[in-house]
C-alpha cells in the first residue's frame, strides 16, 4: 500500500486526515505531524525517557536518524576523549537544555539594535524573559501577549526571543508555531482543536519543559479554542503528572492596535514624545480591550480573568523613520551599500494614516521587503 507522502516524510501516523490542520510546505507539515505524534500516546514514554538521561534519549533520536547519529556519536568519541557523552550528544542532535541560562545581555542588544520604535515591547520583553529564565522555580508558565497593528515587529520579535532561548529559533524541535487560520480554521471543529492543543502542549512539555508555543493571528482564533490550555498556564505544580512551570507561552494578535494607535496618537497631538508613553498608559486598556472585543481570541477568556497572562505587550504603530530604519536593515541583511536615495523612495511609496497627519505606516515594515525588490 502506498504510504501517503506526510507519512513518508515525517514518520507519524495521520490520525484524523478528514480534519487535519491544512499545513503550508512540507517543513510546516513535519512540524505539525510530529507535533501530533508525539502528543499522543507516546508522549509520557518520550518525557521519561528524556528525565531518564541522555543515552535513552539518545535512543529516541537515533531511532529517527539512526544512520547519521549513531556515525556522528561514533566519529566524535573516536576523535575526542575528555566531552562527556551528553556534550557529544548534544553537538549532533538538538538537546533540551532546561537549565541553560539566557544570555541577557546579547538579548537586550539584539532588541536595541534590530527592533525600531517599540520601546515598550523592547523593554518588558527584556524584563519578563529575564526575570522567568534566572527563576529556578517558577510557579507558572510566562505567558506574554504582543499586540498591535500589522508589520510593527510582533512575529518578528517572536523570532528574536525564540533564537536566543533555543539557538535553532523556529526551526527548533522545542518551538511550536501555531498559525489560527492555518491550524484551527474550523468553526465546528473547536472542540476537536482544543483537545489537540491539549494533546500537542501535554506530549511537547513532556518532551521539553522549556518548549516555547507561539500562536500566531490569535485575533482570528475562534472564541474558546485558547482556553483549552487555561490548566496548563495555571499555578500549578503539575498536571496529570507534567509540570508546565518552565513553559513560555507567546500569543500574537492584531487585536487591540486601534486602542495602541488612539494612544500614540494623543500623545503625539499632545506634543509628547513616543517613548514617554509607559506600559500603565495602555497595558490595562489592552487586557480590558481585549477580553471584551469578540474577534480578539481571547474573548471573555478564562486566561484573563484569572490573570493568567503576565505581560500584555503593546507595539507601537510604526512612523516615517522606522520605516527608513527598516529599509536600511534590509539593505544592511542583502550585502547592499546604504542608498538614502532609495531609502527614502521606498519609505514614500508606503500609505501613513490618519488621513489628516499621516504619522503612521498603515502596514507597518511589512512590505519594505518586497518594495525594496523594485529599486
Ligand atoms: N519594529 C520593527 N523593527 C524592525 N523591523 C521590523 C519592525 N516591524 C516589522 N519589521 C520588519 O517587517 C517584517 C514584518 O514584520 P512582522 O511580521 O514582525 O509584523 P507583525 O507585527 O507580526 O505583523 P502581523 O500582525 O501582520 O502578523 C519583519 O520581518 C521585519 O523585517
Known amino acids: 500500500m502506498a504510504v501517503p507522502r506526510e ?214 482564533l475562534h472564541p474558546g479554542v485558547i482556553d483549552a490550555i487555561k490548566p496548563f498556564l495555571d499555578y500549578y505544580e503539575q498536571v496529570d503528572g507534567v509540570s508546565y512551570r518552565k513553559a513560555i507561552f507567546m500569543f500574537l494578535s492584531n487585536a487591540g492596535g486601534d486602542l495602541i494607535t488612539k494612544t500614540a496618537l494623543d500623545f503625539w497631538r499632545a506634543g509628547r514624545k513616543r517613548e514617554d508613553i509607559q506600559l500603565k498608559d495602555l497595558e490595562p486598556v489592552l487586557s480590558v480591550g481585549v477580553f471584551n472585543n469578540k474577534h480578539s481570541g481571547l474573548w471573555r477568556s478564562g486566561l484573563i480573568d484569572r490573570n493568567l497572562i503576565d505581560y500584555f505587550i503593546p507595539f507601537l504603530p510604526l512612523e516615517y523613520k522606522h520605516v527608513k530604519m527598516c529599509v536600511r536593515a534590509e539593505m544592511r541583511a542583502r550585502g547592499s551599500a546604504i542608498d538614502e536615495d532609495i531609502v527614502t523612495r521606498v519609505a514614500e511609496e508606503m500609505t501613513f494614516f490618519p488621513k489628516g497627519e499621516k504619522i503612521y505606516s498603515d502596514k507597518g515594515c511589512k512590505t519594505v521587503q518586497s518594495r525594496l525588490d523594485f529599486h
Open 7 to 220: 507519512r513518508r516524510a515525517c514518520g507519524a501516523e495521520v490520525t484524523q486526515p478528514e480534519v487535519r490542520p491544512r499545513l503550508r510546505g512540507l517543513g510546516a507539515r513535519c512540524r505539525g505531524w510530529r507535533t501530533v505524534s508525539w502528543a499522543m500516546p507516546r508522549a509520557a514514554g518520550l518525557g521519561r525517557a528524556a528525565a531518564l538521561g541522555p543515552l535513552l534519549a539518545a535512543h529516541v533520536v537515533a531511532a529517527i536518524e539512526p544512520i547519521s547519529v549513531g556515525i556522528a556519536l561514533g566519529a566524535a568519541s573516536a576523535l575526542t576523549g575528555y566531552l562527556s557523552y551528553t556534550d557529544l550528544y548534544c553537538r549532533f542532535a538538538e538537546c533540551c537544555r532546561e537549565e541553560q541560562r539566557l544570555n541577557a545581555s546579547a538579548l537586550k542588544l539584539e532588541l536595541e539594535e534590530k527592533l525600531f520604535g517599540q520601546h515598550l515591547a523592547t523593554e518588558v520583553i527584556l524584563k519578563a524573559l529575564t526575570g522567568f529564565k534566572n527563576n529556578k522555580n517558577p510557579k507558572k508558565p510566562l505567558t506574554l501577549s504582543l499586540h498591535g497593528w500589522a508589520g510593527t515587529g510582533k512575529n518578528f520579535v517572536s523570532q528574536i526571543v525564540a533564537e536566543n532561548l533555543h539557538s535553532k529559533g523556529l526551526k527548533s524541535n522545542f518551538v511550536h508555531l501555531f498559525v489560527s487560520t492555518l491550524h484551527f480554521p474550523h468553526e465546528q471543529h473547536i472542540k476537536l482543536y482544543q483537545d489537540q492543543l491539549q494533546g500537542w502542549i501535554r506530549g511537547n512539555v513532556s518532551a521539553c519543559a522549556s518548549s516555547v508555543f507561539i500562536f500566531d493571528e490569535m485575533d482570528k
